[in-house]
């Protein structure tokens, strides 16, 4: 078998000091995170990060820069993930669309309520830390052929 990382994305969107978020169920336990998920076949990493933001919190995503390219190992599984997160603005609502399955719903939290809630990984507040540093690298940084 081929080892291969899982290639993931994520949204970081902060409207008046707070981010939008998700609650989901992963593993039997209630975690927060981004908006994010896998990259799927015959999509860009503009195209997933846009995707997963509508599946997941049904709100309508612009990629305005991107705030980091992240690998991890999971301790417990051992998978490997390479992340890419990307800082933009949400336009648009959708409440009433049905979300993915395992996403209990989207909410806005701050930085010191992320602190004190069980999140999906250590990714989730590296990518804001790094947001609030103001990292910031242009979507020109990705070429799709």
């Given at each position: 078998?081929?080892?291969k990382?899982?290639?993931?994305?994520?949204?970081?969107?902060?409207?008046?000091g707070?981010?939008?978020?998700?609650?989901?169920?992963?593993?039997g336990?209630?975690?927060?995170?981004?908006?994010a998920?896998?990259?799927?076949d015959?999509?860009?990493?503009?195209?997933?990060?846009?995707?997963?933001?509508?599946?997941?919190a049904?709100?309508?995503?612009?990629?305005?820069?991107?705030?980091?390219?992240?690998?991890w190992?999971?301790?417990?599984?051992?998978?490997?993930?390479?992340?890419?997160?990307?800082?933009?603005?949400?336009?648009?609502?959708?409440?009433?669309?049905?979300?993915?399955?395992?996403?209990?719903?989207?909410?806005?939290?701050?930085?010191?309520?992320?602190?004190d809630t069980?999140?999906r990984?250590?990714?989730?507040?590296l990518?804001?830390?790094?947001?609030?540093?103001?990292?910031?690298?242009?979507?020109?940084?990705?070429?799709s052929?």
């Amino acid at each position: 078998m081929t080892w291969k990382p899982h290639v993931t994305v994520a949204a970081i969107i902060e409207r008046q000091g707070k981010f939008l978020m998700v609650e989901e169920l992963c593993g039997g336990k209630t975690v927060i995170n981004q908006p994010a998920g896998h990259l799927e076949d015959n999509e860009n990493l503009i195209q997933a990060v846009i995707r997963e933001t509508l599946e997941e919190a049904a709100w309508h995503f612009t990629p305005a820069m991107i705030t980091g390219i992240y690998q991890w190992t999971a301790p417990r599984s051992g998978k490997t993930f390479l992340r890419v997160c990307f800082s933009g603005h949400c336009d648009r609502h959708e409440p009433e669309r049905e979300l993915d399955d395992g996403i209990i719903r989207a909410l806005w939290l701050s930085p010191d309520e992320l602190r004190d809630t069980p999140l999906r990984s250590p990714l989730v507040l590296l990518g804001i830390k790094d947001y609030l540093a103001g990292v910031r690298y242009p979507l020109e940084l990705l070429t799709s052929l």
